[in-house]
């Protein structure tokens, strides 16, 4: 438990938390965590739906009310939509998106996942994506790496990984600029 604790604080952390122990309790994690993902999916899709969860112009009542059509139309159930109406009725239906990282966190943690974010130049082959997850699961210490790859050219070539709270910036352009840095503070 205490483990758990560090992984999230705050108001959005204790929501989560209760989430994740409910969840845990009744052996439905793995549906909440894909209920709540599909959640942020629509959160990522809608403009017109983040603006409504951040308005403090509607009541709770218009807000569960409209999230309870949202949520049957999405095919989320159980335990997230309660959880979702019961935040919406608490108007704290704001920071439901730092709720939903929260309880990703524990929910991760609770599998022994670290997730991962790197930026590379250009595709990479699987081999390579396998190399890396390795030897990132070597770093991180856990049994397993989600690797989620951007591919953003501007950085030249070289890697920047997050890792956590960790990253790591080996991009070209990011070396580049060093000298550039370095040659003005000697000129």
Same mark, same amino acid.
């Given at each position: 438990m205490a483990k %758990? *604790?560090?992984l999230v604080s705050g108001m959005s952390g204790r929501y989560a938390q209760a989430l994740f122990e409910l969840a845990k309790e009744s052996k439905t994690t793995d549906q909440v965590a894909a209920d709540l993902a599909s959640f942020r999916a629509l959160l990522a899709e809608s403009s017109d739906l983040v603006r409504f969860v951040k308005s403090p112009v509607f009541t709770a009542e218009e807000q569960v009310a409209a999230l309870g059509a949202v949520l049957t139309k999405a095919g989320i159930a159980g335990h997230a939509a309660k959880?979702?109406? @019961? &935040?919406?009725?608490?108007? !704290?239906?704001?920071a439901i998106e730092d709720m939903i990282a929260g309880y990703e966190r524990l929910?991760?943690? +609770? !599998?022994? &996942? +670290?997730?991962a974010e790197v930026t590379v130049a250009e595709p990479l082959k699987d081999s390579h994506v396998e190399t890396l997850k390795s030897a990132l699961v070597a770093v991180a210490g856990s049994q397993s790496? %989600?690797?989620?790859i951007k591919v953003d050219p501007s950085i030249l070539g070289?890697?920047?990984?997050? @890792? /956590?709270s960790r990253m790591v910036d080996s991009s070209l352009k990011t070396k580049l600029n060093l000298i550039r840095t370095r040659m003005k *503070? &000697? /000129?």
């Open positions: %758990e *604790e560090t959880f979702l109406k @019961l &935040v919406a009725t608490k108007r !704290r239906l704001f929910y991760d943690a +609770s !599998r022994g &996942v +670290s997730r790496v %989600e690797v989620a070289g890697l920047i990984v997050k @890792l /956590g *503070e &000697v /000129g």
